[in-house]
């Protein structure tokens, strides 16, 4: 039955087409092409009316030079013609064009949508799909503005025909993701989450996408949708394979509908209500059973349904990160998977065990996998499968297995693909220093990186080297030795030329008093690299060389006739001829005193990790913490879950570490520059005016959730990759901030995804996000609005969580919003004598909070005003006898009740020392104020 | 299954379908058709069909000398595309009767019309081939005739 032959051929479309394909050249084809257009313009031009066909067969001709990728600039006229013509098949294609060529006319817009218009009214279902599909296909603004109130009510219509309500839920769909402004579901909310209970499995399978998309932006309103995705799904899964009769594809039941379902129910917690989860927990295992059965059919078809299924209940399983059982179950179905023969599976698994692996309950599963991961990386032979096998050793890297895994990776990076050695070299040096025991380890890695892959090292693996360096001086005498031996090498990497300069430079006295490597035997060794080295790294073997004047006297000569030579004192280029030339003279006319103290040994820098690593070894066992490596490139997973306020300190004192980009021989400045790097700085700064001190502080305090009780503007978060801005503003019991992300790389942010998360059962605040753009470009920054509203009095702050993929690896952050219940706060002015009225009717002992606590801060009287002006009370004059003290009131204003406020700082300059009482009507409000203000003196 | 677009093309890199379903600008649509035909065509064979490109799954697969290639959000699920693949190939080969590449190239607005059944917006609208093929070959039925007479 070759239905082409029903009576709709064009002829003179097919002649043209094989016209096309038996052009020669490209320029004959072009000529045919010209040809043809004159031809068109003409008839199109012409006096004569076209008849519908000829009409069609044009247009249809159009479409066709422009789907070969020429320009069309005329046609669309006549397209609009067709769209109004009664035949069917005129119809279909003016709409076809108009799909695929719309442009942003705004004339031809408001003829299409009036034919559009026509064709939806015409209650001809044939029709009505051809003008729904036109409307999902173009999916602009104007037509949703003229169709997005129109097409809910022909879904959920009772007399609408099923194959309409299938394109009327998907072209809604597509309005909704083009201009969610526009659709308003409202009142058709529950009709659409009943379409889920449909006799048709089409208007499901169709409706479902609607709705999974519609709870992800809204969860709350479309929550009904869990029992009725539950119940669905469970029926499917328990059908037999001939129930579902067409919907059965190659003996699995309705394998769309039932990863729909199941990424459904990925928008939401755990069900819980017992019941429905029970049944949920029942139809996972079921899924996870029936892979165990033999197949039905031999067809990859089958078996591909049958895991996109299974992957998809995986995916749920992780998602809900809470059934241990189901999680090792999965991780025991993905270790078979590791050896399928299917190459496909192999590729799924390691994806799948990758976010397996940072979950507590699968991570040991996960490692037991550890060899075959590693055979995967030596023997797959596609290397998109390899990229995944060592993604998933990153992933499941720990202390345990650490050594192993790192040195696979080396050894793998010897023949690696291309495409991807920079990102494994930053992963072994991530690793490398994350689970570092001891540092001779550590250097060893980093050198044979260097050794193995130089040209893939970037500056920030290098720099990170020597600032490890620098920074113990166990390692110091080891790495002098190490990098002595490496220079030893006939063809070194220039990477190894700039560690073993700077290294020698401040360490080389540490290996002189073996004869082997002494003072000259290691100047010589150093110079004769000079020569094939580029500048930056000459002009760093130019301070080597003075450092090794200072170190060892005996080279003074040596070093100062190639400091004299023409080569180096008039080199044409500015900075190495400035270096010689400045060096000369140090070395010639400065007393040993001096060049002593000016080339003294670098200090350490800013040291973070010691007191992370103390801390992450105090609260977590290896695996699920980590320790970050400022290379600004690759980052692992921040928050191992756990202590989020931890995380949160981690993230901040992150921000403290010296930039990679500081100019690591301190010939600029004299010390490694510390706080954030200076583009840091600049991003947000225009933003806010008090940014400038609050984006270097960052780092010092412990928690930056903390700096912003009092202010409500500044830089919440920043670490290399990442700054976050915030903005807020408070009325009554109503909040509003603004979070302003800015990438600080150069290269985007992919799948960039935050949310904001707080205890629902508790009710205490009401927090709105509305979701970023997924790609945050290079130096761009992006906006977010958070509206809050505060229900209650409460304590803990809403959690945002930031995950995104920079450079292929996970980042995911986690940090406390600043959101603190003196936000609320009303400013009260009061008389003394109505102060001291409600003082003491406020006097019952829980009503009261009081600390007694050290100054950690100067006792500056306008900083303290501005402080508790900054908290949001009234700052009372004239009231406390006292007029060293302060006093304050305010009303906090929830939801639920307006609390009364009244506050005293009693400071003692003379003991550094404050006393704070506070007394409201709420006890738990005192408490958590006083706790709050307590921490900012 | 969000699928961003979806694209047909020879094994000599000749494009033979195009499907957007997001709204793409006309020099970025021939950016990607130019990285999915050399990163596609560049594959060994008895590769497995998944690549990631940008923030975007490049599920393909080959069948005799055409490519079908299409784009998906990073979360969606590789297996079920690949069978959304095979349901349009088998939906083509219903309606041409064994079908070739000079099918598609002849009638190249029919493999649109038989698309607009089966996907829309990028979701996958019906999946029984019985439901889509009967209206497929309704709408066939209504060619050149004269559906309604209309007022005007």
């Not at chain 1, 009095?793 to 603190?820: C, E, H, M, W």
Request: aromatic share 8%.
């Amino acid at each position: 039955m070759p239905a082409v032959s029903k009576g709709d051929g064009m002829r003179g479309l097919a002649v043209f087409i094989s016209d096309i394909r038996n052009c020669k050249s490209k320029e004959a084809e072009i000529k045919r092409i010209n040809k043809e257009l004159a031809n068109i313009r003409s008839k199109f031009k012409g006096d004569k009316a076209l008849d519908g066909y000829s009409k069609k067969k044009y247009v249809c001709k159009l479409l066709f030079i422009f789907l070969l990728g020429h320009d069309i600039d005329f046609g669309h006229m006549e397209a609009v013609n067709l769209l109004s013509s009664n035949k069917y098949t005129e119809k279909q294609i003016g709409y076809l064009f108009i799909s695929v060529l719309v442009n942003s006319n705004s004339e031809l817009i408001r003829l299409i949508n009036n034919a559009i218009k026509n064709d939806l009214s015409s209650r001809n279902p044939t029709f009505m799909c051809l003008a729904l599909h036109c409307i999902a296909n173009v999916g602009s603004r104007e037509m949703a503005e003229a169709f997005a109130g129109e097409i809910p009510r022909i879904l959920v219509a009772g007399d609408t025909m099923d194959s309409v309500k299938q394109s009327a839920a998907l072209c809604l769909l597509r309005l909704y993701k083009a201009s969610p402004d526009l659709v308003l579901m409202g009142e058709w909310t529950s009709r659409v989450v009943h379409l889920l209970n449909d006799q048709h499995m089409g208007v499901v399978t169709a409706a479902i996408s609607l709705i999974t998309c519609l709870s992800s932006k809204n969860p709350d309103e479309f929550k009904t949708c869990v029992s009725l995705a539950v119940s669905r799904l469970s029926r499917i899964v328990s059908s037999a394979s001939t129930d579902l009769q067409d919907y059965t594809y190659y003996f699995v039941p309705a394998p769309w509908l039932s990863c729909k379902l199941l990424r459904l129910l990925q928008c939401y917690p755990p069900p819980e209500d017992g019941a429905v989860k029970g049944r949920l927990v029942e139809c996972l295992e079921t899924i996870l059973n029936k892979a165990q059965e033999p197949p039905k059919s031999k067809k990859v078809q089958h078996s591909n349904a049958k895991n996109a299924i299974l992957f998809e209940a995986i995916s749920l399983i992780i998602h809900y990160d809470s059934e241990p059982n189901l999680l090792v179950r999965a991780c025991n179905q993905l270790g078979q998977f590791l050896q399928h023969r299917e190459t496909n599976l192999r590729y799924l698994a390691l994806e799948s065990m990758c976010t397996l692996a940072s979950s507590e309950f699968s991570h040991e599963a996960v490692k037991t996998h550890i060899e075959t991961v590693i055979n995967a990386l030596k023997t797959e032979r596609d290397v998109s499968v390899r990229q995944r096998a060592a993604d998933l050793l990153y992933a499941m890297c720990d202390r345990s297995n650490a050594k192993q895994i790192v040195a696979e990776m080396l050894s793998y990076l010897e023949t690696a693909d291309y495409s991807i050695r920079e990102e494994m070299v930053l992963k072994v040096a991530i690793l490398a220093e994350k689970y570092a025991v001891d540092y001779s380890w550590y250097v060893d890695t980093i050198l044979n990186l260097i050794r193995i892959a130089g040209d893939y090292v970037s500056e920030e693996v290098w720099y990170r080297v020597i600032q490890i360096v620098i920074n113990r001086d166990d390692v110091q005498g080891y790495a002098a030795k190490t990098v002595f031996e490496a220079l030893q090498a006939p063809a070194c990497h220039e990477n190894m030329v700039k560690v073993g300069g700077y290294i020698l430079g401040e360490f080389g006295n540490l290996i002189a008093g073996d004869p082997r490597s002494s003072p000259l035997v290691q100047f010589n060794l150093l110079h004769s690299k000079f020569h094939l080295c580029s500048v930056p790294t000459r002009a760093l073997l130019l301070s080597a060389y003075i450092k090794f004047i200072n170190l060892f006297p005996e080279t003074k000569a040596t070093i100062q006739e190639v400091l004299r030579s023409d080569s180096q004192i008039r080199n044409s280029d500015v900075e190495l001829q400035q270096r010689a030339v400045e060096y000369l003279k140090l070395s010639s006319i400065a007393s040993t005193d001096v060049l002593a103290t000016v080339l003294e040994e670098m200090p350490p820098f800013p040291e973070r990790e010691s007191s992370i690593l103390a801390k992450l070894k105090k609260k977590k066992g290896p695996g699920a913490v980590s320790v970050e490596l400022e290379d600004g490139k690759e980052r692992g997973e921040l928050n191992g879950g756990g202590d989020r306020g931890g995380d949160a300190a981690i993230a901040a004192s992150n921000a403290s570490t010296p930039s990679p980009s500081a100019d690591l021989l301190g010939l600029r400045s004299a010390a490694p520059v510390s706080g954030a790097t200076p583009s840091a700085g600049s991003l947000l700064v225009d933003v806010f005016s008090e940014a400038g001190p609050a984006a270097t502080s960052a780092g010092v305090n412990d928690d930056g959730f903390l700096r912003f009780v009092c202010k409500n503007n500044g830089v919440l978060f920043e670490n290399q990759l990442l700054q976050i801005g915030i903005k807020s503003e408070y009325r009554q019991n109503l909040g509003r901030m603004y979070l302003f992300y800015g990438n600080k790389t150069s290269v985007q942010f992919v799948s960039f995804n935050t949310t904001v998360s707080y205890e629902i059962k508790s009710r205490i605040l009401n927090v709105q996000t509305k979701t970023v753009e997924p790609l945050v470009e290079g130096g761009a920054q992006v906006q977010q609005v958070i509206n809050i509203e505060c229900l209650t009095d409460f304590i803990d702050a809403p959690l945002l969580n930031i995950k995104f993929r920079y450079g292929g690896a996970l980042q995911n952050i986690s940090l406390k919003l600043p959101v603190t219940i003196n936000k609320f706060f009303q400013p009260t002015e009061m008389a003394a004598a109505d102060f001291f009225q409600r003082w003491k009717q406020l006097s019952q002992p829980q009503q009261e909070a009081q600390k007694i606590f050290k100054a950690s801060h100067g006792m500056d009287t306008e900083v303290l005003k501005a402080k508790l002006l900054g908290l949001g009370t009234a700052l009372l004059e004239n009231v406390d006898p006292n007029p060293e003290n302060y006093v304050c009131a305010g009303v906090i204003q929830t939801k639920a009740q307006q609390v009364g406020c009244l506050l005293r700082l009693e400071p003692n300059a003379q003991a550094q020392m404050y006393r704070l009482t506070l007394r409201s009507s709420k006890d738990t409000v005192s408490q958590r104020v006083c706790d709050l203000l307590a921490e900012q003196f | 299954m969000t699928m961003h677009f979806l694209l047909l093309f020879s094994r000599q890199g000749k494009l033979r379908l195009q499907k957007w379903f997001t709204p793409v600008p006309e020099r970025e649509k021939k950016k990607i058709v130019r990285d999915m035909t050399t990163m596609v065509l560049g594959r060994k064979p008895r590769s497995c069909n998944f690549l990631h490109w940008k923030d975007l799954k490049i599920v393909y697969k080959k069948y005799a000398s055409l490519y079908f290639c299409c784009g998906l959000d990073a979360e969606e699920n590789e297996l079920l595309a690949l069978e959304v693949l095979h349901r349009y190939v088998e939906l083509l080969d219903k309606y041409f009767g064994n079908v070739c590449e000079l099918d598609i190239i002849f009638n190249f607005e029919k493999a649109y019309f038989i698309l607009d059944e089966f996907l829309l917006g990028g979701e996958v609208q019906e999946t029984s081939k019985q439901v889509l093929s009967r209206s497929i070959e309704a709408s066939d039925m209504l060619q050149e005739v004269s559906v309604i007479p209309r007022s005007r």
